[in-house]
T-cell receptor
């Protein structure tokens, strides 16, 4: 069946280091969304990418959508302790009108 | 605060029991989604409703059922509970229920089955 995979599953960084998480889909996606879940919290929408090769930036966060629209990445420059949490990517479930399939997420911890 | 409310926040019950989780979507949102999140697991999609009707079904067990009412709030019913049903259950809502919608998640209900 359709899968959305994320690597790494866990990442521990020193504050100030960069961080990247990768998302790979078994199918071509019409769009991809990224969510962040802080420890003890709920997922919060970060961004949506729609176009092939699209790159979007939010302050220290850079999101990319692959040319084939089957992969995506989130890069954080100079991590801060506020970046701690789990980052999920999600794409449309094939043939579905409305639901998304989520990756298992990358859990980021930042050592001050 | 996402504007999505879920009750109760915590629920502790015994195996074999039945519970009901409640979700109120953001004002103006017509679609509601239910997800299950187990320890160190991602978000498993259970079911989606749009304006009172079921729109999509995921890995929802037959022991689980849901509905969306005319006032758009939704309930997830879990019956014949097993230890493995212990998890965090999230409700999310969106405006149109399409795959390009932003989903707004509620704070979740933590279910513990003893």
């Amino acid at each position: 069946g359709q899968q959305v995979m994320q690597i790494p599953q866990y990442q521990h960084v020193q504050e100030g280091e960069d961080f990247t998480t990768y998302c790979n889909s078994s199918t071509t996606l019409s769009n991809i969304q990224w969510y962040k879940q802080r420890p003890g919290g709920h997922p919060v929408f970060l961004i949506q990418l729609v176009k092939s090769g699209e790159v979007k930036k939010q302050k220290r966060l850079t999101f990319q959508f692959g040319e084939a629209k089957k992969n995506s990445s989130l890069h954080i420059t100079a991590t801060q302790t506020t970046d701690v949490g789990t980052y999920f990517c999600a794409g449309p479930y094939a043939g579905s009108q409305g639901n998304l399939i989520f990756g298992k997420g990358t859990k980021l911890s930042v050592k001050p | 605060d996402s504007g999505v409310t879920q009750t109760p926040k915590h629920l502790i019950t015994a195996t074999g029991q039945r519970v009901t989780l409640r979700c109120s979507p953001r004002s103006g949102d017509l679609s509601v989604y239910w997800y299950q999140q187990s320890l160190d697991q991602g978000l498993q999609f259970l079911i989606q409703y749009y304006n009172g009707e079921e729109r999509a079904k995921g890995n929802i067990l037959e022991r689980f059922s849901a509905q969306q009412f005319p006032d758009l709030h939704s309930e997830l019913n879990l019956s014949s509970l097993e230890l493995g049903d212990s998890a965090l259950y999230f409700c999310a809502s969106s405006v149109r229920g399409t795959t390009t919608d932003t989903q707004y998640f509620g704070p979740g209900t933590r279910l513990t089955v003893l």
